[in-house]
Nanobody
């Protein structure tokens, strides 16, 4: 059974930094992309960033220049370096792994809370 586990969330002052990690346990075949989403209270879940199996990255406009997504040296790990944090970045951050269409799987972690104080 595959599980994604996020870590690294917490409370930080505006302007500070945090690094989120996501590690998968179990076997996942043919990952197409690994990404991070976030959901603030009362709002929808939004894509923050993703990285493809080929190493291409994509960022939401609201984090461009501040956040960096990367893959770990160990398979099935992904990180999100968050700099220059703003109070509006406060949300639960979720890790997502998506496989190729052949396998058709979409895995989610349970989330880690990031709180940015002003």
């Amino acid at each position: 059974q595959v599980q994604l586990v996020e870590s690294g969330g917490g409370l930080v002052q505006a302007g500070g930094s945090l690094r989120l990690s996501c590690a998968a346990s179990g076997s996942i075949f043919s990952i197409n992309a690994m990404g991070w989403y976030r959901q603030a209270p009362g709002k929808q879940r939004d894509l923050v960033a993703f990285i493809t199996s080929g190493g291409s990255t994509n960022y939401a406009d609201f984090v461009k220049g501040r956040f960096t997504i990367s893959r770990g040296n160990v398979n099935n790990t992904v990180y999100l370096q968050m700099n220059s944090l703003k109070p509006e970045d406060t949300a639960v951050y979720y890790c997502n792994f998506r496989t190729s269409p052949y396998y058709g799987m979409n895995y989610w972690g349970k989330g880690t809370l990031v709180t940015v104080s002003s």
